[in-house]
T-cell receptor
């Protein structure tokens, strides 16, 4: 089977840096994706890691360690609009297996 | 706007009824995926179609079925509805096999079973 673990909630202040961790156990693994979802909205793609290391896209970075079955999403220079749910997802033969999501609350 | 459209936006129906949710993928995308998101839950993969053929199946109930038509739009049929089927149903589309394998999600259909 497949399972992903990520914290349910994280709180940080505006301008700070926050890291959202994700550990996974899957029978097959092609890569780890991250999606953002604002309340009631559609999930939107943030990043994808297939190989070990760091991928940077503006204020967001994502890291993967395949040997540790672990990844994280790093959000820098937090803004109020970053308050949302963040999902890690394992790419498995084309489909995505999502974690339960981490709700990030950014405070002024 | 992801380019993926879903109708209807909201649906309220009674237990035991049957509903059909419709999805039109982005232009050029051959893959369509259906996900269910219950209150405070993650996204549960239901089923994937690629160019009209079923490609992958998740934990989709036998009461649920889907298909993808020649024009690539897809429909998810939910029958014998139960209260627990109340959820947000998302459709996503993608260009199969293209890095970074991004899936584009539609705005969702909120189903309420009473």
């Amino acid at each position: 089977g497949q399972s992903l673990e990520q914290p349910s909630e994280v709180t940080a202040v505006e301008g700070a840096i926050v890291q959202i961790n994700c550990t996974y156990q899957t029978s097959g693994f092609y890569g780890l994706s991250w999606y953002q979802q604002h309340d009631g909205g559609a999930p939107t793609f943030l990043s994808y890691n297939a190989l070990d290391g760091l991928e940077e896209t503006g204020r967001f970075s994502s890291f993967l360690s395949r040997s540790d079955s672990y990844g994280y999403l790093l959000l820098q220079e937090l803004q109020m609009k970053d308050s949302a749910s963040y999902f890690c997802a394992v790419r498995h033969t084309g489909k995505l297996i999502f974690g339960q999501g981490t709700t990030l609350q950014v405070k002024p | 706007d992801s380019g993926v459209t879903q109708t209807p936006k909201h649906l309220i129906t009674a237990t035991g009824q049957r509903v059909t949710l419709r999805c039109s993928p982005r232009s050029g995308d051959l893959s369509v995926y259906w996900y269910q998101q219950s209150l405070d839950q993650g996204l549960q993969f239901l089923i994937q179609y690629y160019n009209g053929e079923e490609r992958a199946k998740g934990n989709i109930l036998e009461r649920f079925s889907a298909q993808q038509f020649p024009d690539l739009h897809s429909e998810l049929n939910l029958s014998s509805l139960e209260l627990g089927d109340s959820a947000l149903y998302f459709c996503a589309s993608s260009v199969e096999g293209t890095y970074p394998y991004e899936q584009y999600f539609g705005p969702g259909t909120r189903l309420t079973v009473t």
